[in-house]
């Protein structure tokens, strides 16, 4: 059969591959994945201003690539996305490395170092593309270029990516113009924090993780669902089936904010803010693609369901199902098993509502009708977790009496507490939880539990409560709702005498 050779034009394809719809953050995220993939323990972010010559590097101590290796992967599609991918392999399309580069910069020059192999450099020039018509992948780079690269030195291995001419970022800026400057670091910390939020996983990991730096500075990890808060609820995991894999689901329902610290619940609610944070969280061997949506199944993001987050993990073999994009910033479930997805997003949306909503009703109680108990229940991957009430009325009064400086020595006390209550037995029954609130109320020695109820008595006054009030109180909190006697001695006067002895 007779048949052309159509070559796409060099100067056109090149161009087309700039405006695929990266952003800064992403595309330093796509350059990064390829580190992760190639076994990196470090990876050094360093951005540069100098007006229109700014650079970016991004750095590795990954097994780096030999010469042949390293110029097919400058190739555009070095590698079809129908080919298999290991569970490490972060990318598809082969084609990160250059779009996200090209979305950023004209000149994109890599040098990398394979053990046992010497170090290579090659160099796309956008500008000399377009001239020549060619794909002509340059072997040696300017003086200029090579003191922006004095920092890549492996004794064993590495790569090296430096982005130069970045035209989209920086074009006709001033050096000594501070506001342009101002806007470029600005820049900088939307990569910091999208980076900590998309590899969290990879910094989080205690040993064989991944450490990243940003101009020196160690990036921490930012974990959506706040895993290390007491009054984080995880509810029952979910396994989905689809084609073979399983799609492993965990929603979480945040604390309200009045169970956080203002500086975590700040930090929690990152640029974006709580309320469009919510829904689905789409990982891929560990790496976020999707943060805070819910997947097109019909569902608003909504004030009242903004506690609600879900985890929900996907291999690289569902790229396709899941229409996973180049920039790896969306994707879509495929129809099998969006119902299941639509129903486990309507449980946690109920119950991140009632979470919301409660904290104003326990504001409004003021009758002993309606009892606060110290210890609150919640079930975590099949366990129960008891953790202490911060709105129970003591407690929330004696955090207020610490101090904005030191209630979180307050508060740390608590979590020893929380930690090592002995309650290994109580996971074999869920319904323990009121065994465990109602503990104090057994107490054999009635003249203990007197004191303490006027302990507490004395704090509530203290804290500015009338003794009535303070009264009323005492008489919603478990265990003294169970013993009107001790509440009597209050009103009879005890109280008061018990409230001198300062």
Same mark, same amino acid.
């Given at each position: ?73 400058? %190739? ?24 996200? !580069? ?45 003191? @922006? ?20 970022? /920086? ?22 924090? @999208? ?51 399983? /799609? ?22 990152? !640029? ?15 790496? $976020? ?14 004030? @009242? ?14 790229? $396709?199902?899941?229409?996973?994009? /180049?920039?790896?910033? %969306? ?49 975590? @991957? ?7 009430? %911060? ?23 608590? %979590? ?80 008061d005498n018990q409230s001198d002895d300062r």
């Open positions: 059969m007779d048949y052309d050779i159509a070559e796409p034009h060099a100067d056109a394809i090149i161009q087309s591959a700039r405006s695929i719809g990266y952003d800064l953050p992403t595309a330093i995220a796509d350059i990064m994945d390829n580190s992760i993939a190639a076994g990196a323990s470090n990876i050094w972010l360093a951005f540069f201003w100098d007006g229109e010559r700014s650079w970016i590097s991004i750095r590795d101590d990954g097994s780096g690539m030999n010469e042949k290796t390293l110029v097919n992967a400058m %190739r555009l599609g070095s590698l079809s996305p129908l080919a298999y991918r290991s569970d490490r392999d972060l990318g598809r399309f082969g084609l990160g490395l250059k779009t996200a !580069s090209f979305s950023q910069c004209k000149r994109l020059i890599v040098r990398t170092k394979a053990e046992n192999a010497p170090a290579c450099t090659r160099c796309w020039d956008l500008d000399y593309v377009t001239e020549s018509r060619e794909w002509r992948l340059f072997k040696e780079i300017s003086e200029l270029s090579e003191s @922006h690269l004095a920092e890549f030195n492996p004794k064993s291995h590495g790569t090296i990516v430096l982005w130069e001419d970045m035209d989209r970022l /920086v074009a006709h800026n001033q050096t000594e113009n501070r506001m342009q400057q101002d806007r470029f670091y600005q820049r900088v910390d939307q990569v910091i924090e @999208h980076n900590s939020m998309v590899f969290h996983k990879f910094l989080e990991r205690p040993n064989g993780g991944l450490t990243c730096w940003a101009n020196g500075n160690k990036v921490s990890p930012w974990n959506p669902f706040l895993p290390r808060e007491a009054a984080t609820q995880g509810l029952p995991e979910e396994h989905l089936h689809y084609n073979g894999q399983t /799609v492993d689901v965990f929603p979480y329902i945040l604390p309200h904010q009045s169970r956080l610290k203002p500086e975590i619940f700040k930090l929690a609610g990152g !640029s974006r803010g709580w309320n469009d944070l919510q829904g689905f969280y789409v990982y891929r061997n560990g790496r $976020m693609l999707v943060a805070g949506d819910w997947l097109g199944l019909g569902l608003q993001k909504e004030e @009242h369901c903004k506690l609600a987050r879900i985890e929900l993990n996907i291999t690289t073999a569902m790229d $396709m199902d899941w229409q996973i994009d /180049v920039k790896k910033s %969306r994707a879509r479930p495929p129809a099998a098993i969006r119902d299941d997805l639509r129903r486990i997003a309507s449980l946690t949306r109920t119950k991140a509502v009632e979470v919301y909503r409660s904290r104003g009703k326990v504001l409004t109680r003021a009758r002993s009708d309606e009892v606060v108990f110290l210890w609150d229940t919640l079930r975590r @991957h099949g366990k129960n977790r008891f953790i202490i009430n %911060r709105d129970y009325p003591a407690v929330a009064t004696v955090r207020r009496l610490c101090g904005e400086h030191t209630w979180e020595y307050f508060d740390a006390l608590l %979590r020893l507490i929380e930690e090592t209550l002995p309650v290994s037995c109580a996971n074999e029954n869920p319904d323990t939880s009121r065994q465990v609130q109602g503990q104090a109320s057994t107490l054999n020695d009635l003249s203990q539990l007197s004191i303490i109820c006027h302990l507490l008595f004395k704090v509530l006054v203290a804290s500015g409560n009338s003794k009535g009030h303070a009264i009323e109180l005492l008489a919603t909190m478990a265990p003294f709702n169970q013993y009107p006697e001790l509440l009597a001695t209050l009103e009879d006067g005890e109280g």
